[in-house]
């Protein structure tokens, strides 16, 4: 069965710097992996989707993540942090030709002044 | 577009009473999904139907959690005979077709069982 998981519960990083939370993944085949984002008291917005092709994809607010079969992974960086970037961010699976996605257990990003 | 729609945003009841939460999708989506999300368990799968019909309860508790899609524009779960620990926040999504697509969500229910 696919797995996510989010091995950090918090991040916290400065405002100006540069971020990566992490993401590994467990499954058999080609996945399809995303990135959600939930600010206060708000239901999940999509940050990016990664379907098979370019490692690598960019998503809104300048957030990008890079797909690594290799090491299960699919992290997500961005590289000036912003205060308004202070939310849970959820990395998420599904199969080909699945319906079902799998949600990690979350990364609550705090941003300090 | 409003987005996906889910009432009440709040719930408030006793120990073994009932408890009805709605989801109206985003217009032109053929599946909708509830998920519950608790501190401890994260985000939990619940149910998904497709075009209205019910493709996967798999992760509904069996005796007392029923999800129904009457039509295009609304679903529904019901809770019977609610616990404390069904307290949590029931995240109403809905896509184009699936997984696959992006999935957009609704603001959620936060339901709390005193």
């Known amino acids: 069965a696919q797995s996510v998981t989010q091995p950090d519960a918090r991040v916290t990083v400065s405002e100006g710097a540069s971020l990566q939370l992490r993401c590994k993944y467990s499954y058999f085949g080609t996945p399809y992996l995303f990135w959600y984002v939930q600010y206060p008291r708000q239901g999940l917005q999509l940050l990016l989707k990664y379907y098979p092709g370019d490692p690598v994809v960019q998503g809104v607010n300048g957030f990008e993540a890079e797909f690594s079969k290799s090491n299960s992974s699919f992290h997500l960086r961005k590289a000036s942090v912003h205060w308004s970037d202070w939310a849970v961010y959820f990395c998420a699976v599904t199969r080909t030709g699945g319906y079902k996605v799998v949600f990690g257990s979350g990364t609550r990003l705090l941003v300090s002044p | 577009n409003a987005g996906v729609i889910q009432t009440p945003r709040h719930k408030v009841t006793g120990k073994g009473q009932e408890a009805t939460l709605w989801c109206e999708p985003i217009s032109g989506h053929s599946a909708v999904f509830w998920y519950r999300q608790t501190i401890v368990q994260g985000l939990e799968f619940l149910t998904y139907?497709?075009?209205?019909?019910?493709?996967?309860d798999s992760g509904m508790p069996k005796e007392r959690f029923s999800a129904q899609m009457p039509n295009q524009s609304h679903s529904t779960l019901k809770i019977q005979s609610t616990q404390p620990q069904d307290s949590a926040v029931y995240l109403c999504a809905s896509s184009l077709t699936g997984g696959q697509n992006t999935l957009y969500f609704g603001a959620g229910t936060r339901l709390s069982v005193l």
């Open positions: 139907f497709r075009n209205q019909a019910p493709i996967d």
